[in-house]
């Protein structure tokens, strides 16, 4: 295929091709759907089966919906992961120069792969979010309180559960886009999500709680949630907050790409 012959629709079919041929991608959708719906279901059981024993103030504030899908805290992980091995792969074997040959218009490129992740994170992860929610009030009906899809809140919830899994995918994406390693651009989008709340939890109280809220993790901690916590915004509020992010790294992973050499 020529330059001239090149449209976004073209590019977008070619990097569907690569993405789902990939076996990192293969791998990464596969332990993205183990642990979402295998802890899920893990944790729900053990929750079922300690119910009798469980202290009536733990009773008043369960949440039937944040247990069932327990399984998105390590997933989130996994999809970042995904996000950057999508575009940091490339730059590690080589193949982006081969890629640009192909493809020179780079807001093309990286636009066509953006649809790709975006499209295909959001499906297999409301499907994903979904199915967890359903198997875990099925473990719970008839011993522990359960949540309904009939209810606006709870779905709200257990859509934004997959928005944000599709979001943290597009991140890593915009993490690998800015540094080209996978090594860094992973150690990097974990820090984000496990080492920030750490060194946030030693800052003076007064700062954490004015800190905390803005974190990546506690944003999605306030979308999976059916009553966020005073302190954090709520699930709207935080996903605006959570597409900002978002959107800045990957104007800079943009910017960047169209300075530098492949």
Same mark, same amino acid.
């Given at each position: 295929?020529?330059?001239?012959?090149?449209?976004?629709?073209?590019?977008?079919?070619?990097?569907?091709?690569?993405?789902?041929? $990939?076996?990192?991608? =293969?791998?990464?959708?596969?332990?993205? +759907?183990?642990?979402? @719906?295998?802890? %899920?279901?893990?944790? #729900? &059981?053990?929750?079922?089966?300690?119910?009798?024993?469980?202290?009536?103030?733990?009773?008043?504030?369960?949440?039937?919906?944040?247990?069932?899908?327990?399984?998105?805290?390590?997933?989130?992980?996994?999809?970042?992961?995904?996000?950057?091995?999508?575009?940091?792969?490339?730059?590690?074997?080589?193949?982006?120069?081969?890629?640009?040959?192909?493809?020179?218009?780079?807001?093309?490129?990286?636009?066509?792969?953006?649809?790709?992740?975006?499209?295909?994170?959001?499906? $297999?992860?409301?499907? =994903?979010?979904?199915?967890?929610?359903? +198997?875990?009030?099925? @473990?719970?009906? %008839?011993?522990?309180? #359960? &949540?309904?899809?009939?209810?606006?809140?709870?779905?709200?919830?257990?859509?934004?559960?997959?928005?944000?899994?599709?979001?943290?995918?597009?991140?890593?994406?915009?993490?690998?886009?800015?540094?080209?390693?996978?090594?860094?651009?992973?150690?990097?989008?974990?820090?984000?999500?496990?080492?920030?709340?750490?060194?946030?939890?030693?800052?003076?109280?007064?700062?954490?709680?004015?800190?905390?809220?803005?974190?990546?993790?506690?944003?999605?901690?306030?979308?999976?949630?059916?009553?966020?916590?005073?302190?954090?915004?709520?699930?709207?509020?935080?996903?605006?907050?959570?597409?900002?992010?978002?959107?800045?790294?990957?104007?800079?992973?943009?910017?960047?790409?169209?300075?530098?050499?492949?």
């Amino acid at each position: 295929m020529t330059s001239r012959n090149q449209t976004l629709t073209s590019t977008t079919k070619s990097e569907w091709i690569k993405f789902r041929s $990939v076996r990192s991608s =293969v791998m990464g959708f596969i332990v993205f +759907i183990v642990l979402t @719906i295998g802890l %899920g279901i893990l944790i #729900t &059981a053990v929750i079922r089966n300690h119910w009798s024993h469980s202290l009536p103030a733990d009773r008043l504030t369960f949440d039937p919906v944040t247990t069932s899908l327990a399984g998105t805290i390590f997933a989130q992980f996994a999809v970042g992961v995904i996000g950057v091995l999508f575009i940091s792969s490339e730059y590690s074997s080589g193949a982006i120069r081969t890629t640009l040959a192909a493809v020179p218009n780079r807001f093309r490129l990286i636009s066509a792969k953006l649809i790709v992740l975006v499209v295909s994170m959001f499906v $297999v992860s409301e499907i =994903v979010c979904f199915s967890a929610f359903l +198997i875990g009030q099925a @473990i719970y009906r %008839g011993v522990v309180p #359960t &949540a309904s899809l009939s209810s606006g809140v709870v779905l709200r919830t257990v859509i934004l559960a997959g928005v944000y899994l599709t979001l943290l995918s597009v991140l890593g994406f915009g993490i690998g886009l800015i540094l080209r390693q996978s090594a860094a651009s992973i150690s990097t989008f974990a820090s984000l999500l496990l080492v920030l709340p750490l060194i946030i939890f030693f800052l003076p109280e007064s700062w954490q709680n004015s800190i905390t809220k803005f974190e990546p993790s506690a944003i999605g901690r306030e979308m999976m949630s059916t009553s966020p916590p005073s302190q954090l915004f709520g699930a709207w509020t935080g996903t605006m907050l959570l597409i900002i992010y978002v959107a800045v790294v990957m104007c800079v992973g943009m910017a960047l790409m169209q300075r530098r050499d492949a």
